[in-house]
């Protein structure tokens, strides 16, 4: 499966933004879905992550509460609606995928776990 990544951009905070991930290739409704993202001199870290039937969510604790994911399997896309954006959300966001994930790996959020990322959308959040 391919990804592809889009939406980001420069906001200032207390700015929304949605992130969206189009899958191709392979019907999306079969894999888990994630966020993460990387910033500059840091490792990349997890942001979100959702279920293939999309009944399970699971988040980073900075995030949750201001991020929603969602997905559309008639779409095959995913997406990240990023509310009340702060500096530090700046990063780049890639979206992963995987098929063969048990519930509690899922749980763990560990980019190790995700077989096929997208490109990265830059995010950037001015004080």
């Known amino acids: 499966v391919q990804l592809q990544a889009s939406g980001g951009g420069l906001v200032q905070a207390g700015d929304s933004l949605r992130l969206s991930c189009a899958a191709s290739g392979r019907t999306v409704s079969r894999y888990c879905m994630a966020w993460f993202r990387q910033a500059p001199g840091k490792e990349r870290e997890f942001v979100a992550g959702?279920?293939?039937?999309?009944?399970?969510?699971d988040y980073a604790d900075s995030v949750k509460g201001r991020f929603t994911i969602s997905r559309d399997n008639a779409k095959n896309t995913a997406y990240l609606q990023m509310n009340n954006l702060k500096p530090e959300d700046t990063a780049v966001y890639f979206c992963?995928?995987?098929?063969?994930?048990?519930?509690?790996?899922?749980?763990?959020?560990?980019?190790?776990?995700?077989?096929?990322w997208g490109q990265g959308t830059q995010v950037t959040v001015s004080s």
């Open positions: 959702i279920w293939r039937s999309g009944t399970t969510t």
């Open positions: 992963a995928a995987d098929e063969n994930m048990i519930l509690s790996t899922f749980r763990q959020g560990l980019s190790s776990s995700y077989r096929y």
